[in-house]
């Protein structure tokens, strides 16, 4: 197998590594690679952090065929590197899609098992992992077994979410759920501040829920921006166009606090004051930002980091309060932050989403923002990673570039187990990425 040389970066592109990848097409030859040089595997590079990036790596976007398709069940297995938006354009005309989509549809089949992703109807369909019926993992050895949860329950749970670190997920089973319709019927809504964002959140029956939050936004008007709530509408499916993309990175005025603050007035005012309804094609709503491709340049070359944490629900209002006062304080605001309702759906030990652990509290809040990565992030991050731990809350390691190592086992009660599991699976860490080693997430002595 060839290696070529190349930077590997995080979607972020504030953590980055001089690497050798291989890319193999077929199975035959991803054994000999791995068997040769074992190193982990890595999908569309769409983790923020450092999740994806090793001084070797195998990128699987080659392996992205589908193997085979149940119509009567919507049983559907794929190789690995096969994109969640290759699924929906194939599947969508016939009536199926995946269940669980990220918000963007360049991740990958392994990319979503390995973090056990979530979308925006998290309470209703649980995580990625949950809809997968079986996988194919291969060890260090190049060796190939088929798991499941009733052949391995645990190496399966250590695998959904796992992080690549259980071996590498040649292909999988997976679940499609139908589709009804080619369109969303979507309504939007201004959110004047917090505490309404949360009553709205409460309030909802919708099936997808997104909220987006002004990060430039202070005082009364902290956490107001935009609700969005969508069903499933008609029409036909349409596959997503060509996307225009930015060509270079842009310098860093490009993220100004003026410009920023100007792009929130315009994103939260185009929305009347009564509310808006309207029809959006499946990816349009699913993957917004996919239709500007490399939007990650506009930070810059030094680029950013995102912060993305989860919150329990009796906690959310008093610290997300705080959060949101530091990361406007801070003036590294980002254009666009996430906020939405996480049910308890978790495929896996370290699956982000948290467990249910009393019957009162049922729910929490994750929050996504963006920060511009100035020597000044550095303190913000600490802070907020802090807010999060001192909450009861976790931190989504698909997108951290900053955490303590020393909150982890606080942040991931089945840790231990993890742990047990890929010293069997892995006993020589030959999956271990930049990400598990700098959060000694193996609990290496
Ligand atoms: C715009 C945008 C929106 C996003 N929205 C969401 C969201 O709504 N919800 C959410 O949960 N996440 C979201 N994410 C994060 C993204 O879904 C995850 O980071 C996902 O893992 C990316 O998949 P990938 O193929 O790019 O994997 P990579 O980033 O390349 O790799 C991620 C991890 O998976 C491992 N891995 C990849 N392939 C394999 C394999 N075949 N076998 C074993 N391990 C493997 C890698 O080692 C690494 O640890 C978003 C990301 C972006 C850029």
């Known amino acids: 197998m060839r290696w070529k040389k190349d930077e590997l970066k995080g979607w972020g592109g504030a953590l980055a590594l001089e690497a050798e990848l291989a890319r193999p097409e077929r199975h035959a030859a991803l054994a000999d690679t791995l068997a040769e040089t074992p190193c982990p595997a890595i999908g569309a590079r769409r983790s923020y952090g450092d999740a994806a990036v090793a001084p070797q790596a195998i990128d699987m976007t080659r392996l992205d065929r589908f193997i085979s398709f149940d119509a009567e069940s919507g ?86 979410g796992g992080l690549g670190q259980t071996g590498i997920i040649v292909s999988a089973r997976l679940h499609l759920a139908k589709c009804p319709a080619g369109n969303m019927a979507v309504h939007e809504r201004r959110i004047e501040d917090l505490d309404a964002f949360l009553e709205a959140f409460n309030g909802s029956r919708a099936d997808y829920q997104v909220g987006w939050l002004d990060m430039t936004a202070k005082d009364i008007h902290l956490g107001r921006g935009i609700l969005e709530e969508a069903h499933f509408a008609s029409g036909p499916f349409a596959p997503s166009t060509k996307s225009r993309a930015i060509p270079f990175n842009l310098p860093g005025f490009a993220m100004s606090t003026p410009l920023v603050k100007a792009f929130n007035w315009l994103y939260t005012k185009r929305i009347p004051e009564a509310g808006r309804d309207r029809e959006r094609p499946l990816h349009k709503f699913f993957f917004p930002l996919d239709t500007i491709q490399h939007w990650n340049r506009l930070y810059g070359k030094r680029g950013f980091h995102q912060f993305q944490c989860v919150l329990p629900d009796d906690e959310a209002a008093a610290t997300l309060a705080l959060m949101l006062e530091a990361v406007v304080s801070s003036g590294l605001a980002s254009p666009l932050s996430v906020l939405k309702k996480l049910g308890h759906g978790r495929g896996g030990m370290m699956s982000f989403p948290m467990e249910g652990y009393t019957l009162a509290v049922d729910e929490g809040y994750t929050l996504a923002v963006d920060i511009v990565n100035k020597p000044s992030a550095k303190a913000l991050l600490a802070r907020l990673n802090e807010l999060a731990r001192n909450a009861g809350g976790r931190i989504y390691l698909a997108k951290d570039s900053s955490l303590d190592a020393g909150y982890l086992p606080a942040m991931y009660s089945e840790l231990d187990d993890f742990r047990a599991e890929v010293t069997k699976a892995d006993p020589s860490g030959a999956f271990e990425t930049a990400l598990v080693k700098r959060l000694n997430i193996r609990g290496q002595a």
């Open 75 to 160: 049983l559907l297995e794929a190789e690995a590197g096969v994109t969640i938006t290759d699924i929906l354009n194939s599947f969508a005309p016939k009536g199926w899609m995946p269940a669980v989509m990220p918000g963007t549809g360049f991740a990958t089949l392994g990319g979503c098992i390995a973090h056990d992703v979530h979308g925006k109807n998290h309470q209703l369909a649980g995580s990625f992992g949950q809809h997968i019926e079986s996988l194919v993992l291969m060890g260090p050895d190049g060796k190939s077994q088929r798991i499941s949860l009733k052949t391995k329950p645990k190496l399966f749970r250590a695998t959904i």
